[in-house]
């Protein structure tokens, strides 16, 4: 198996080629850590002013698809410590997630002091959109080079249901990982912050 010669990624890969070298395209175009706090910084000033635009006054200031995991669990803390944000933690349990996965959750959320729910779509209903996402060309190759077709399925559901009940709870900011939805006057707008 081919491995790339700088950072070890396997030809496996999803979308890695590599070049005569031996060094594989990720590395390639990875342009170093001082164009990576550019971006850090470009995010955060985004997400700020956004915020300052649009100063939320509601029950909740943003909605959040929380996992548990490393990811969601930092935006989580500091979408709450550092921006003082009402925040409803959404898990969406599609029959996978570990004991300790469930003990971690309630921990975090008890901890902050957020009020998070459980969502559990009907088995039949995940396993139709499972077994259908399998289908060839369901989505297109370049999609399924970040994800497998039933986790991009997994993900639009949430997605979909976290944005369905921040329109009806009137919550402006919808929160996935370091990806950030605000609805602001009957329009969606997208933000990536850099979380780490």
Known sequence: MKICSKCVLPETFPGISFDKEGQCSYCS???????LQVLKTRFKDKFNRILMEHKPRRPYDALMAYSGGKDSTYTLRLLI???????????FNHGFISPTAIENINKVTKHLHVDHEYVSPQTDTIKEVFVKSLFPNFYPLSALKRASAVCISCMNLIKSYLIKKAIEAKAPLVVY???????????LYQVKIAVK
């Open 29 to 35: 175009h990875y342009q170093g850590t001082r164009n």
């Open 81 to 91: 410590e550092n921006y003082q944000l009402k925040v409803l933690a959404i898990t």
């Open 177 to 187: 990982g370091p990806e950030i939805t605000f609805y602001i006057d009957n329009r």
